[in-house]
Structures are given as structure tokens and as C-alpha cells.
């Protein structure tokens, strides 16, 4: 359910989708593949309250987070990884 920011509207609300408000992206989102940038803002291209989608863990929709589906570029640090197997022992 991608948001058609072609729809976009900008209101005293805010910038609106379908009658839908939509929120700036939070910290966390940055790097994100899905960010849309509207108006000077940055928008989450598949949810309007990105903020929500943080606050209880990651967002299951993030692009740049080891659970979303890999593209290779979330590596692990070999050294930290060492020292978390070691800390387990
Ligand atoms: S998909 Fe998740 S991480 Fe990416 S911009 Fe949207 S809310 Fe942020």
C-alpha cells in the first residue's frame, strides 16, 4: 500500500495523502529506501506516521535495517560480532 504522493496536498494539517496526514520521517528512518520527499519534507512512502512504526522496535518496512530483505549492505562487523559470540560463552 505505497502512498501516491502525486496526490498530495499540502493543508494547515500538513501535507496530506487521500485525506490521510502524513509525518515527517523520524531519525531512525534515515537511509531508508522508502523516504519520499514532498515539499521540502520527507515522507515515509508506505506509511504516514513513521514515528508509530518506530516505537516498538524496528519498522518492519525499513529498507536499511538487518531484518528487512538484505541487499547485501547491512554487513556484520566481524569484530563485533567476536566479542557478542564471546560475551555468550
Ligand atoms: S519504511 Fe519505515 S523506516 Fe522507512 S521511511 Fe517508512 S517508517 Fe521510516
Known amino acids: 500500500m ?20 502524513m509525518q515527517q520521517i523520524v531519525e531512525q528512518c534515515e537511509g531508508c529506501e522508502r523516504i519520499k ?13 513513521p514515528a508509530v ?3 516498538l ?7 536499511h535495517t538487518k531484518s528487512a530483505p538484505a541487499k547485501g549492505k547491512a554487513k ?7 566479542k557478542r559470540a564471546a560475551k555468550g560463552r
Open 76 to 82: 556484520v562487523n566481524p569484530l563485533k560480532a567476536s
Open 57 to 63: 522496535g524496528s519498522c518492519n518496512f525499513a529498507t
Open 37 to 49: 520527499e514532498f515539499e521540502g519534507g520527507k515522507y515515509c512512502g508506505s506509511y504516514p506516521q
Open 2 to 21: 505505497a502512498v501516491d504522493f502525486s496526490n498530495a496536498v499540502k493543508t494547515d494539517e500538513g501535507v496530506q495523502v487521500n485525506g490521510v496526514v
Open 53 to 55: 512504526k518506530w516505537k
